[in-house]
């Protein structure tokens, strides 16, 4: 079956703008996770997404982050004005309830 | 809070070569979850095992094998004659398993390369 989408695979964008990043999990994933990968560095968690219970958002950087999941489907991570430090690869996850996660091949967001 | 340390940061061995990938954690919780990840240069992160806490058994799986040992809260991986296509950063992660979010716990990552 499917793996874990996203996109788009690359953006670049001016500082100061905002920019959305996709992800469709696996079908039939309860849980969905945003994780951050700067260049060189591990990856940090962002956000957290488990059918329709209120979302684990204590990853985020800074309120310029949201994001939105709709029941068990797509999840959009939106980053407003953004900021050169913002620049990093964006992954998505999903899994069963705590099963493993199984990644998606990134958004890598470059800001100028 | 949980840790995860990959102290070293960069090996390179020639193809054939076995290699071990060092994992230490740290957790507070008696039930927790060990994975590691394959981070080729297409940047994917591909899974690899998946450990519980109460499950100490060694594992192979090919080329590859995991020590998981709670004495010294490590959970190493060895790959046994290295292949070019091994070449790639690899990540171990925790998740803890009390209550809340399943998030993974990374550590930075060890790039192996393999030169043949």
């Known amino acids: 079956g499917a793996g874990v989408s996203q996109s788009p695979s690359n953006k670049v964008t001016e500082k100061g703008k905002d920019v959305e990043l996709r992800c469709d999990p696996i079908?039939?994933?309860?849980?969905l996770y945003w994780y951050r990968q700067r260049l060189g560095q591990g990856l940090e968690f962002l956000i957290y997404?488990?059918?329709?219970?209120?979302?684990?958002k204590s990853g985020l950087p800074s309120d310029r982050f949201s994001a939105e999941r709709t029941g068990e489907s797509v999840s959009t991570l939106t980053i407003q004005r953004t900021q050169q430090e913002d620049s990093a690869v964006y992954l998505c996850?999903?899994?069963?309830?705590?099963?493993?996660?199984?990644f998606g091949p990134g958004t890598r967001l470059l800001v100028l | 809070a949980q840790k995860v340390t990959q102290a070293q940061t960069e090996i390179s061995v020639v193809e054939k070569e076995d290699v071990t990938l060092d994992c230490v954690y740290e957790?507070?919780?008696?039930?927790?979850?060990l994975f590691w990840y394959k981070q080729p240069p297409s940047g994917e992160l591909v899974f690899l095992i998946r450990?519980?806490?109460?499950?100490?058994q060694n594992e192979i799986s090919g080329r590859y094998s995991w020590n998981f040992q709670k004495s010294t809260s490590s959970f190493n991986f060895t790959i046994t004659a290295s292949q070019v296509v091994d070449s790639a950063v690899y990540f171990c992660?925790?998740?803890?398993?009390?209550?809340?979010?399943?998030?993974?716990?990374f550590g930075k990552g060890t790039k192996l390369s393999v030169i043949p």
């Open positions: 996850a999903s899994s069963l309830a705590a099963g493993t996660q199984y």
């Open positions: 079908s039939g994933h309860t849980a």
């Open positions: 997404f488990q059918g329709n219970s209120a979302p684990d």
């Open positions: 957790t507070r919780d008696t039930t927790y979850y």
């Open positions: 450990r519980n806490s109460f499950d100490e």
């Open positions: 992660a925790l998740i803890q398993g009390g209550a809340g979010s399943y998030q993974l716990t």
